[in-house]
């Protein structure tokens, strides 16, 4: 079983929302930054967005920014992603990870996360 648990993606009309779940076991979370990250037939992954450990700092893609937004509820272990205004152009494959003893800061960059969810499939219909 993953330590990172993913879920909440599916099928959405363009426009419409959807809110991924990234649910710890294992780990207490309150000690990790949290990253989401996609990948999209035929592209490399990219960053969407990050939240420090203590939650007082988020980052998000220029692509993303002002339709998405990362949250963190450390008594439940999850971090969420609302995502508002959906696109075609944001179809991928979801993935969050988590990073430890980053608390003040988190990095866009997949490249010093420790635990990493399964993913989850986020279509959107055109």
């Known amino acids: 079983q993953s330590r990172l648990v993913q879920s909440g993606g599916g099928l959405v009309q363009p426009g419409g929302s959807l809110r991924l779940s990234c649910k710890a076991s294992?780990?207490?979370?309150?000690?990790?930054?949290i990253g989401w990250f996609r990948q999209a037939p035929g592209k490399e992954r990219e960053s969407v967005s990050c939240?420090?450990?203590?939650?007082?700092?988020?980052n998000y893609s220029d692509s993303v920014k002002g339709r998405f937004t990362i949250s963190r509820d450390n008594a439940k272990n999850t971090v969420y992603l609302q995502m508002d205004s959906l696109k075609p152009e944001d179809a991928a494959v979801y993935y969050c990870a988590a990073e430890r003893d980053r608390i003040r800061t988190c990095l866009m960059t997949p490249l010093e996360y420790d635990y990493w969810g399964q993913g989850t499939q986020v279509t959107v219909s055109s």
């Open positions: 939240i420090s450990g203590s939650g007082a700092s988020t």
């Open positions: 294992g780990i207490y979370l309150h000690y990790y930054a």
